[in-house]
């Protein structure tokens, strides 16, 4: 799967926070957890899961096929039928999301003058 350039993805991330160590090997995408950790072991189909979830086939099939990204709301979607939390599905997309954007990390960034200490 080939990604276009992350622009305006949405994510507002506290770079402050970001360990780099874990970003050389790109993240798999919820979707496909989805698919392999859940649907195949319970031998659900795409059209029986997304009856299951209450969504449409194509917005499921759009998603464990890696077409589209994780909603917050598929995350509470999939987190109540799975007994998980949403928190954890949607760390996967953040991750996914953070080292897509690394692939296109700017190099036009000047870093901010260090602040003086308030007297």
Not at 53 to 60: E, N, Q
Not at 75 to 85: D, E, G, M
């Amino acid at each position: 799967m080939r990604y276009m350039k992350p622009e305006g993805y949405g994510l507002r991330i506290d770079m402050c926070n970001v360990k780099r160590t874990d970003m050389t090997r790109k993240p798999t995408h919820p979707g496909t957890v989805f698919l392999e950790d859940v649907m195949k072991p319970l031998n659900l189909s795409v059209t029986e899961t997304a009856r299951m979830l209450g969504v449409s086939r194509k917005a499921l099939s759009e998603f464990v096929n890696e077409k589209a990204s994780l909603s917050p709301e598929m995350a509470l979607r999939i987190a109540k039928a799975t007994n998980t939390s949403a928190e954890s599905w949607m760390n996967m997309q953040q991750k996914l999301a953070l080292w897509v954007a690394y692939q296109y990390e700017p190099e036009n960034v000047t870093v901010f003058p260090k602040a003086e200490p308030a007297v």
